[in-house]
């Protein structure tokens, strides 16, 4: 498969634990965006990397998320200090090198996170 | 601010006809406006990409119209059939910087046998 690819694809944990998720993108997609996307809603955009510079961060990413993608390759979302408020599906999704935002993106399987 | 409004309730549809659904936004200049499709517990998958100078898109059974005086989209399935059930998701892009797409809530379709 050639796809997105997410890691794990189901994450339950307790409240102030931390979590880790993993995005591999579509081999040669240079940008990489992650998305939380909440139950009746649609994804809401958090950050998005171009090879490995995180270019821009909404003001939903709280201090308490981090992002990076240190080879340009997968890239990882950590949250700390996990809160109920959290539990969502997290989504990753590439474009091609040279590809902008309104191009068409290519969406992984989601990391569901559940904070008890 | 900034808002995009899809019908968030479920659309039932009888098999055969055609589906319609609705994007609309407010404060909002799109350059670009994208349909995704969104089956439970799966990412969304791209559909149709529609540029602002572009009336209308087609791409076999789907069809997308993009009004700008109006602020709004039409997605329509025609000859439906149960296996488009899902959920449809409008997004938008500025088009000049780099952000993200921004996402409507979606809406649920049914297409009833």
């Known amino acids: 498969d050639t796809g997105v690819s997410q890691d794990p694809r189901h994450k339950i944990t307790k409240r102030g634990q931390n979590v880790t998720f993993r995005c591999d993108p579509i081999?040669?997609?240079?940008?990489l965006y992650w998305y939380r996307q909440t139950l009746g809603q649609g994804p809401e955009f958090l950050t998005y990397?171009?090879?490995?510079?995180?270019?821009?961060k909404s003001r939903l990413l709280s201090d308490r998320f981090s992002a990076e993608r240190p080879k340009g390759s997968f890239s990882t979302l950590e949250i700390q200090r996990t809160e109920q408020g959290d539990s969502a599906m997290y989504l990753c999704?590439?474009?091609?090198?040279?590809?902008?935002?309104?191009?068409?993106?290519?969406f992984g399987p989601g990391t569901r996170l559940t904070v008890l | 601010s900034q808002k995009i409004e899809q019908n968030s309730e479920a659309l039932n549809i009888q098999e055969g006809k055609t589906a319609t659904l609705t994007c609309n936004y407010t404060?909002?200049?799109?350059?670009?406006l994208q349909w995704y499709r969104q089956d439970p517990g799966r990412g969304p998958v791209f559909l149709l990409l529609?540029?602002?100078?572009?009336k209308e898109k087609r791409k076999e059974r789907l069809k997308v119209t993009f009004d700008t005086t109006l602020k709004q989209s039409l997605f329509h399935i025609t000859a439906s059939q149960p296996a488009d059930s899902a959920t449809y998701l409008c997004?938008?892009?500025?088009?000049?910087?780099?952000?993200?797409?921004?996402f409507g809530k979606g809406t649920h379709l049914i297409i009833q046998p």
């Open positions: 990397f171009q090879n490995e510079a995180q270019l821009e």
């Open positions: 529609i540029r602002e100078n572009e």
């Open positions: 404060n909002y200049s799109p350059a670009y």
């Open positions: 999704a590439s474009i091609p090198g040279g590809g902008r935002a309104y191009n068409e993106q290519f």
């Open positions: 997004a938008l892009a500025s088009g000049g910087g780099a952000d993200g797409l921004t």
């Open positions: 081999s040669e997609h240079n940008r």
